[in-house]
């Protein structure tokens, strides 16, 4: 898991494989993302996209613990903030197993993980190692929007 800003995005541009980072940054930074309405967005294939999300967050009770096999998430936040937590998959329980048609996997809400306050212009980048919840609110919930690219790592 890595927490950053905007500002440092090119840090993380020779990541990974076949210059899909490179692909991921180059998509954050020249992108008009305040503009951007909510729906899916090709940037190479299935190997890079994004989806653009808009909802209300929710109390982190009720926000769910995630992991992908073989995507590399990029949620970057582009209006509010919300909590995102992040516990090692080794350390989870499955409460729903792996669906291979969506590459996710779903963990009971037990672990209390580490919370990070996200705002506009930050960013975690999670790792198919990584479970992480999303979505929880930061205080009361309010709206929010966020573009989660995805990176295949395989």
Do not use: C
Request: glycine letters at 6%; charged letters at 25%.
């Amino acid at each position: 898991m890595i927490f950053d800003e905007k500002k440092n995005l090119d840090f993380y541009r020779n990541l990974g494989i076949e210059g899909r980072y490179a692909k991921a940054v180059d998509f954050l930074q020249n992108t008009d993302l305040e503009a951007l309405e909510p729906g899916k967005y090709e940037i190479d294939g299935k190997n890079v996209y994004a989806n653009v999300t808009a909802y209300t967050t929710i109390p982190w009770e009720e926000a769910k613990y995630e992991a992908h096999e073989h995507y590399t998430d990029i949620q970057y936040v582009i209006e509010g903030s919300e909590i995102m937590s992040y516990a090692p998959v080794h350390e989870m329980t499955v409460k729903v197993p792996y669906n291979p048609d969506k590459d996710v996997v779903f963990f009971e809400n037990t672990t209390p993980g580490l919370r990070v306050v996200t705002g506009a212009g930050q960013y975690l980048i999670f790792n198919p190692w990584d479970a992480h919840k999303p979505k929880a609110a930061n205080g009361e919930p309010a709206p929010i929007k966020k573009v989660i690219v995805k990176i295949k790592e395989d």
